[in-house]
């Protein structure tokens, strides 16, 4: 069964100091992973994703993320974080092997960015 | 590029009465997707549309719940009859789904949603 797990429900960081926002999954096949964020209010907005090649992918707003295929994870990241960046964040994975347009999305994390 | 159009944005409701939601989606998409995001949850796919048919309702509470996308452009998303935990904020979002839906690199974007309170 597909799936994706977000271990952290939040995510504290100063303004400033690189963050990480970690996202591990469960596919059969190859996975296609994404990464959106919502603002409050607000629908999902796409930052990136990662379909094939280098697994260092870099997305919108200065975050990347790295697929690491042994470890199954597909964690976020940006060098220097800003108040601005404080939201929700969600993964989402799609086994090209089933509907291969259907986002099974995880549980999200709340990033709190303080000055 | 405009995105993707939802209406409304808000809707209070008691239970037991009907509700419907709109959707236009970017122009020249051809995948049309509903999600039911609950607080504190991740979206969760109700329904999706491949032009003006349906690829994939599984998760669609079909005795209350319906779509339809007449035309392969704009949807429309009904509850009838509402109940207390349909209270939630649902997504519309849209995908090229032409020529790309086969590989699965294809991009969903997302309307800004409809928060429904069901009391």
């Known amino acids: 069964a597909q799936s994706v797990a977000q271990p952290e429900d939040q995510v504290n960081v100063a303004e400033g100091n690189p963050l990480t926002v970690k996202c591990t999954y469960s596919v059969s096949g190859n996975p296609y992973l994404f990464w959106y964020v919502q603002y409050p209010n607000r629908g999902l907005q796409f930052l990136l994703k990662y379909i094939t090649g280098d697994n260092l992918v870099k997305g919108s707003y200065g975050f990347e993320a790295e697929f690491n295929k042994s470890q199954t994870s597909f964690h976020l990241k940006k060098p220097s974080a800003l108040v601005s960046d404080s939201a929700l964040y969600f993964c989402?994975?799609?086994?090209?092997?089933?509907?291969?347009?259907?986002?099974?999305f995880g549980s999200g994390t709340k990033l709190n960015v303080k000055p | 590029e405009a995105g993707v159009a939802q209406s409304p944005r808000y809707k209070i409701i008691e239970k037991r009465q009907s509700v419907a939601f709109w959707c236009n989606p970017i122009?020249?998409?051809?995948?049309l997707y509903w999600y039911q995001q609950i607080l504190g949850q991740g979206p969760k796919l109700l329904i999706q549309?491949?032009?003006?048919?349906?690829?994939?309702d599984s998760q669609l509470p079909k005795d209350r719940f319906s779509a339809e996308r007449l035309k392969g452009v704009d949807s429309t998303l009904k509850i009838q009859p509402a109940k207390l935990e349909d209270s939630a904020v649902y997504l519309c979002?849209?995908?090229?789904?032409?020529?790309?839906?086969?590989?699965?690199?294809?991009?969903?974007?997302f309307g800004p949603g409809t928060r429904l309170t069901v009391l």
């Open positions: 989402a994975v799609r086994d090209p092997q089933y509907n291969f347009n259907k986002f099974y």
């Open positions: 549309f491949q032009n003006n048919g349906v690829v994939d």
């Open positions: 122009s020249g998409h051809a995948t």
């Open positions: 979002a849209s995908s090229l789904g032409v020529l790309e839906w086969r590989g699965g690199s294809d991009t969903q974007y």
